[in-house]
C-alpha cells in the first residue's frame, strides 16, 4: 500500500487561535491608523465592566430602579376620582405625572424607529453631497486658485497585517484541501460522465445488434407509435424513431394481437442485462391440459400435459415462450366461447378453469396455470393423451385461422354485394376433442365386451382371435384432414374370428357408432347391451353349426339327421330311436351347453351339462356325448 504524502498527513484544528507563537494571548485589532499604527482594543477588568454596567442603571434608569420594577409588577386598587377637585389640579398632577415619567422599552424602540428614517435620510443627503463636492473638485483646472487646503478629502490607505504563522498554515491546509477535494469532484465527475457516455455506446450497439437478430429470426417489427406531446400538426416530422414486436398471430382476434407487443429495452441497468426485451402486457400464464378417469376399481386417476420451459435467456427464446403464452390464452378464450354450447356433453366455466364430463368415466380440465407451476408436472401423472389434446388444439387454432382467413379474402370488395350474407362461423375447437374423448371411452366399452366373449370361448377350448384397428386411417391422412373446413370422423375396425372358420366383423366412427357386418344384414348398434345380445347369438349360432357338423360326421353310420333350429337356439340330431339336441349358453364368462334327449312321450331328459373349467373342451364333449348316445 503506497504511503501518503506528507501534506495529507498533517492536521489542523478548526478552532479559532487566541495565543500567538510566544504563548501570549493575540489582541484583538480595532483600528490602523493612517501611519501604520495599530489600535487594539484594550483588556478590561470583569469587576470593573460589571460595575460600570451597574452604575449605567442606576444613572439610566434612576436610584428608585429597583422599587419602580417592583412596583410594576402588582397593580394599584382602582380609587374613585373626587368630583369636587377643580380640573386645574388634575393637570398640573398629569404634568407632574409626565415629568417623573421614566421610559420604558417599548416607548424607547418606538422613539428610535421613528428617528432612524429621517437619519438615513440625512445621511444620504449627506453622502449625496460628499459625492457632488468631489466631483466638482476633480473637474476644476489646474491653474484655477483653490482657497481649499491641499488633499482636503484624500483617502488614506490601509493594509491588512499579515498573520501569523499558524494562522497561514490553517489558512493554507484549509485551502489545499478545498482544492484538492474540488479537484477529485471534478475528476469523478469526469470519469462517471466518460463511463455513462461508453455504457451509453455499448447499449446503443446492443440495441441495433438484437434488432437485426429479431428481424432474421422473421419476427414482426412495426413502427412505434410518437411519444406523447409530439408535434402532430402539419409540417410536423411524424416519423417513428422506435420499433416494436409484434409476436401475435396474424389472424387473431384484436385484443390478443393487442397484447402481443413487446419492446427493446433502452435502459442498461443489470436487470435487462440478459433480457432486453420487455413484455407490458405479459400474464405468464399456460394451457395445462388434465384428465381425470374413474377406474373400474373406483380409484380416480389423474394425470397432466407435459409443458416445458423455455430459454428466456435469448431473444428467439424469450419471443417464442411470450408468443406461446399469447397463443394458449387465446385457446382458453375460445374453449370459454363453446363450452357453453356442446352437445354432447357438460361444462362448469370459470375465469381460469373449465371442467367438462367429456365421458361416463372421463373428465377433460383446461386450465390457465402459473408458467412455474405448469412446468412441475410429479412423475407417474403424465399421460400422451394430454399431450395429443394439447397439441391438436394448436392445430386446431390454426385451421380456424387459416379457415379464416381464406374467408377474408374471398370477399371482394369491388362488386356490391346483393344481398345480406351470412357471418361464418369459426370451426369448432373443443368438439372434436369431446369426439375423440368419447371415442376413446366408447373403444374401451366395446373391446372389454369382445375381450369378454372371446376369453371365454378360449376357455371353452375353441379358437378365438380378435383383431384390433382404433383408427383406420394413417397419421398422415388424419392431419390432413385437419385442414379441411370440416374434420371427419374417426374411424375404425374390430375382426373376431371363431374357431378359425367364421368371422364377425364391427366397424366404428367417433363419437360413439358401431355398426355390425354379417353375413345377413348390416345392423346398426345402438348399446352395450344390443352388442352383448348380438354377440352371443352370433356365436352360439356358430358354435351350434359346428355342432352340427360333429354330430353329422358322427352319426354317418346310422344316417343321422342333424340340424340347426335358430329360433328355439339349439342344435338337433336324429336317427333311429333317439332325438339327442344342445344348447349353448352364456353365463357371466363362461360358455356353458346342455345335452338333452327326447323320450317317447315327447318330454326332454337331460343328460348332460358342460361348464368350462374342465379337462375336455366344448367340442371333444359334444363328440363324447354324440359317442355316448349311440352307444360306443
Known amino acids: 500500500m503506497e504511503e501518503e504524502p506528507p501534506w495529507k498527513k498533517l492536521k489542523l484544528s478548526l478552532e479559532r487561535p487566541y495565543k500567538d507563537d510566544n504563548g501570549g494571548p493575540l489582541p484583538e485589532l480595532l483600528d490602523i491608523t493612517p501611519d501604520g499604527q495599530h489600535i487594539y482594543r484594550p483588556r478590561e477588568d470583569p469587576t470593573s465592566v460589571v460595575g460600570t454596567k451597574l452604575r449605567r442603571i442606576f444613572a439610566e434608569r434612576g436610584h428608585d430602579f429597583f422599587e419602580a420594577y417592583k412596583g410594576s409588577r402588582s397593580l394599584p386598587a382602582p380609587q374613585a376620582p373626587d368630583a369636587t377637585e377643580p380640573d386645574e389640579n388634575a393637570a398640573d398632577s398629569e404634568k407632574s405625572n409626565e415629568s417623573s415619567h421614566t421610559m420604558t422599552p417599548e416607548e424607547l424602540y418606538k422613539m428610535r424607529m421613528s428617528l432612524l428614517p429621517q437619519l438615513y435620510i440625512a445621511f444620504g443627503e449627506m453622502c449625496q453631497a460628499r459625492d457632488l463636492l468631489t466631483l466638482l473638485l476633480s473637474s476644476s483646472l489646474p491653474s484655477q486658485p483653490s482657497s481649499l487646503p491641499p488633499a482636503p478629502l484624500a483617502a488614506t490607505t490601509v493594509d491588512k497585517p499579515p498573520p501569523i504563522l499558524s494562522v497561514r498554515a490553517f489558512d493554507a491546509q484549509l485551502t489545499i484541501g478545498g482544492k484538492d477535494k474540488a479537484l477529485r469532484a471534478a475528476a469523478d465527475l469526469f470519469k462517471d460522465a466518460a463511463e455513462k457516455i461508453e455504457e451509453s455506446r455499448i447499449a446503443g450497439e446492443r440495441y441495433w445488434m438484437d434488432a437485426l437478430k429479431i428481424r432474421r429470426g422473421n419476427w414482426g417489427l412495426i413502427p412505434a407509435p410518437l411519444p406523447l406531446g409530439s408535434a402532430t400538426g402539419k409540417g410536423a416530422d411524424k416519423t417513428s424513431k422506435d420499433f416494436l414486436i409484434s409476436y401475435g398471430l396474424e389472424e387473431s382476434p384484436v385484443v390478443f394481437r393487442r397484447r402481443a407487443i413487446g419492446r427493446m429495452a433502452s435502459t442498461t441497468d443489470d436487470g435487462n442485462a440478459k433480457n432486453p426485451l420487455e413484455f407490458p402486457l405479459r400474464q405468464r400464464t399456460r394451457l395445462r391440459v388434465s384428465l381425470a378417469r374413474t377406474l373400474p376399481d373406483g380409484t380416480r386417476q389423474t394425470c397432466h400435459s407435459r409443458l416445458t420451459r423455455s430459454d428466456d435467456t435469448s431473444l428467439g427464446g424469450a419471443l417464442r415462450a411470450a408468443q406461446a403464452e399469447v397463443i394458449e390464452q387465446e ?203 348380438l354377440l352371443v347369438d352370433e356365436i352360439s349360432s356358430r358354435l351350434l353349426h359346428r355342432i352340427c357338423d360333429i354330430g353329422t360326421d358322427r352319426c354317418e353310420k346310422v344316417n343321422g339327421t342333424w340340424f340347426v333350429d335358430l329360433l328355439s337356439g339349439r342344435c338337433v340330431g336324429r336317427w333311429e330311436g333317439c332325438v339327442l339336441d344342445f344348447r349353448i349358453s352364456f353365463s357371466g364368462t363362461a360358455v356353458a351347453c346342455a345335452a338333452s334327449r327326447a323320450s317317447r312321450d315327447g318330454r326332454a331328459i337331460l343328460i348332460d351339462t358342460y361348464g368350462a373349467g374342465g379337462q375336455l373342451s366344448l367340442f371333444e364333449w359334444v363328440c363324447h356325448t354324440v359317442d355316448s348316445s349311440l352307444g360306443r
Open 331 to 533: 385457446i382458453f378464450s375460445s374453449l370459454i366461447k363453446e363450452a357453453s354450447g356442446l352437445p354432447t356433453a357438460s361444462a362448469e366455466v370459470s375465469e381460469r378453469l373449465i371442467l367438462i364430463d367429456a365421458a361416463q368415466s372421463t373428465e377433460l380440465r383446461f386450465e390457465l396455470v402459473d408458467v412455474d407451476v405448469a412446468t412441475q408436472v410429479p412423475s407417474g401423472h403424465e399421460d400422451p393423451v394430454c399431450d395429443l389434446i394439447y397439441s391438436a388444439l394448436h392445430v386446431l387454432l390454426l385451421r380456424a385461422h387459416s379457415i379464416s382467413k381464406i374467408q377474408r379474402l374471398s370477399k371482394t370488395s369491388i362488386s356490391r354485394a346483393t344481398a345480406v350474407q351470412p357471418v361464418a362461423q369459426s370451426p369448432p375447437l373443443l368438439q372434436p376433442i369431446i369426439d375423440v374423448l368419447q371415442y376413446r371411452e366408447f373403444w374401451e366399452r366395446v373391446g372389454d365386451e369382445i375381450h369378454r366373449v372371446a376369453t371365454a370361448l378360449r376357455d371353452a377350448g375353441v379358437s378365438a382371435r380378435v383383431h384390433y384397428n382404433t383408427v383406420a386411417d394413417s397419421g398422415e391422412v388424419l392431419v390432413a384432414s385437419l385442414g379441411h373446413e370440416k374434420t371427419n370422423p374417426l374411424g375404425g375396425e374390430v375382426l373376431l374370428r371363431i374357431d378359425d372358420r367364421h368371422t364377425l366383423r364391427f366397424t366404428t366412427s367417433s363419437p360413439s357408432t358401431l355398426t355390425a357386418h354379417l353375413p345377413q344384414a348390416t345392423l346398426p348398434v345402438a348399446s352395450i347391451s344390443q352388442l352383448t345380445q
